[in-house]
């Protein structure tokens, strides 16, 4: 038969108190902040539509001595066709990812899913939205300098208006992609402080 004597010190003769069972430490909760990224992606949107809008609606006709009436327009610049595509892609992306936000707002069980997609599909469309930026600018560059050792001629001194809608909508994209940037860090932040799955 199993004694039923409680252990007791034997320095002072006093029961010794069960221990008491370890309590784990509380994980800290996960930070998922969704709401600043619909905020975030609905500026995404805004700039990438602006961008377009204002590169497509920069056309300008001017009469050039002994040309006649020519029109500088952006799709005669392969340049600027690919920052009207990439700036499209990104708008519609923005469309796409706001709505996917939204619903986890609303069932937050595939938030961590959605963070790592987030996170490498932004990374595409900011390498998109910066190449398209990039070229664009360079051509940008080239007609409000010119280049005297090639023979290229700048035309920003004729196609006033059409240079200014140019940079205008560079400008524009130029905020897209830093807004593209703090989507990737919101995304890294938030699936960093997740907790970690439990060992098994």
């Known amino acids: 038969m199993a004694s039923t004597d409680k252990p007791t010190d034997p320095e002072h003769g006093k029961e010794i108190p069960p221990p008491k069972p370890e ?45 006649g009436n020519r029109k500088a327009k952006f799709n005669h610049s392969p340049a600027f066709i690919y920052f009207v595509v990439a700036l499209s892609v990104a708008g ?30 932004d990374v595409l469309i900011l390498g998109l939205v910066a190449s398209a930026t990039g070229s664009a600018g360079g051509v940008a560059y080239v007609g409000l ?24 909508s560079l400008a524009v994209s130029l905020f897209a992609s830093v807004v593209l940037v703090f989507l990737i860090w919101l995304s890294i932040f938030s699936l960093h402080r997740r907790p970690s799955a439990p060992p098994l």
Request: proline share 5%; hydrophobic share 55%; glycine share 4%.
């Open 23 to 67: 309590v784990p430490a509380a994980a800290p909760p996960a930070v998922n902040c969704f709401v600043l990224d619909v905020a975030l992606r609905v500026l995404l949107f805004a700039a990438a539509l602006t961008a377009v809008i204002i590169m497509v609606t920069g056309e300008q006709t001017k009469l050039i001595p002994l040309l």
């Open 145 to 168: 300098k010119g280049n005297k050792h090639v023979g290229w001629i700048k035309v920003c001194s004729t196609y006033d208006t059409y240079c200014q809608h140019i940079a205008g």
């Open 92 to 121: 519609l992306y923005s469309l796409i990812t706001i709505l996917a936000s939204t619903s986890v707002i609303l069932k937050p069980f595939f938030s961590k899913k959605f963070l790592v997609y987030f996170a490498y599909t």
